[in-house]
T-cell receptor, first 113, second 116 residues
Framework: QKEVEQNSGPLSVPEGAIASLNCTYS??????FFWYRQYSGKSPELIMS????GDKEDGRFTAQLNKASQYVSLLIRDSQPSDSATYLC?????????????FGTGTRLKVLA | NAGVTQTPKFQVLKTGQSMTLQCAQD?????MYWYRQDPGMGLRLIYY???????DKGEVPNGYNVSRLNKREFSLRLESAAPSQTSVYFC???????????????FGPGTRLTVL
């Protein structure tokens, strides 16, 4: 079983709709959870981090974490064509005095104008 | 404040050639990482350095070596390049040791390497 799993997509949503991206992870020792956005040909850019169970909102983005179910999600409200990108879910695990980051393979989001 | 910088941006090598990818960060971060990203494979950790003077293997270390030159710089060396090493390479850094469990990783712009 992969340590961090995401549906590769593409997930297509119309402009103005809510996009829902999901991620599951296998290591219960994971401490922190991240969503990165990656445009084609660019490096990953941090959108949201979440550390506690529940919801965390930042503008149009809401991250949701359920540690019991080992599930983290990202909601994008009022989706815009500029949100079209690949979204990477990541978790970190403490190891040898630092943290190792495990990434999912990403979900490609297409927002249709 | 440039964040994480990488050189070169693009490189083409012939099989068997060697090269070093350079990475530097100006955020005073303790930990640095090298990843490769291939289509459909996501980001895979090659090597990481928890702090100055230490390095450890990640998921795919074969064919690579690293040097943590000082706190700012972390280089990745390909001694004898192979076509299977054609990829996009990202360097990243994180503060670590913040005692809060809220460490966050930041990425450089990447190096696109082609091995013929």
């Amino acid at each position: 079983q992969k340590e961090v799993e995401q549906n590769s997509g593409p997930l297509s949503v119309p402009e103005g709709a809510i996009a829902s991206l999901n991620c599951t992870y296998s290591d219960r020792g994971s401490q922190s959870f991240f969503w990165y956005r990656q445009y084609s040909g660019k490096s990953p850019e941090l959108i949201m981090s979440i550390y506690s169970n529940g919801d965390k909102e930042d503008g149009r983005f809401t991250a949701q974490l359920n540690k019991a179910s080992q599930y983290v999600s990202l909601l994008i409200r009022d989706s815009q064509p500029s949100d079209s990108a690949t979204y990477l879910c990541a978790v970190n695990i403490a190891t040898s005095g630092t943290y190792k980051y495990i990434f999912g393979t990403g979900t490609r989001l297409k927002v249709l104008a | 404040n440039a964040g994480v910088t990488q050189t070169p941006k693009f490189q083409v090598l012939k099989t068997g050639q060697s090269m070093t990818l350079q990475c530097a960060q100006d955020m005073n971060h303790n930990s640095m990482y090298w990843y490769r990203q291939d289509p459909g494979m996501g980001l895979r950790l090659i090597y990481y350095s928890a702090s100055e003077g230490t390095t450890d293997k990640g998921e795919v270390p074969n064919g690579y070596n690293v040097s943590r030159l000082n706190k700012r710089e972390f280089s990745l060396r390909l001694e004898s390049a192979a076509p299977s090493q054609t990829s996009v390479y990202f360097c990243a850094s994180s503060e670590a040791h913040n005692g809060l469990g809220t460490d966050t990783q930041y990425f450089g712009p990447g190096t696109r390497l082609t091995v013929l």
